[in-house]
């Protein structure tokens, strides 16, 4: 069963915009921590939708890339 948040394998990224519990979930952090690591620049910035808050999923998948980059080298 595949869930919201997992893509079946080799199926292209997508542009979808995340809720906060979505991120929250997808990353493992919580609020303060993520909008500390906004702030800090360190972690994609939200997509503002009147005053809903989104984050595109190709940005957060990208950071997470970059983490495991990080840690492999």
Same mark, same amino acid.
């Given at each position: 069963m595949t869930t919201e948040l997992q893509r079946p394998a080799g199926s292209? =990224?997508?542009d979808?915009?995340?809720d906060?519990?979505?991120l929250s979930d997808k990353v493992g952090m919580k609020r303060t921590a993520i909008y500390?690591?906004?702030s800090a620049g360190t972690f994609p910035a =939200?997509?503002?939708?009147?005053?809903l808050s989104r984050w595109?999923?190709?940005e957060v998948d990208a950071w997470i890339?970059?983490?495991k980059r990080q840690r492999a080298a």
């Amino acid at each position: 069963m595949t869930t919201e948040l997992q893509r079946p394998a080799g199926s292209a =990224p997508s542009d979808r915009l995340l809720d906060f519990d979505q991120l929250s979930d997808k990353v493992g952090m919580k609020r303060t921590a993520i909008y500390a690591a906004i702030s800090a620049g360190t972690f994609p910035a =939200p997509v503002k939708i009147g005053k809903l808050s989104r984050w595109v999923e190709t940005e957060v998948d990208a950071w997470i890339d970059g983490l495991k980059r990080q840690r492999a080298a």
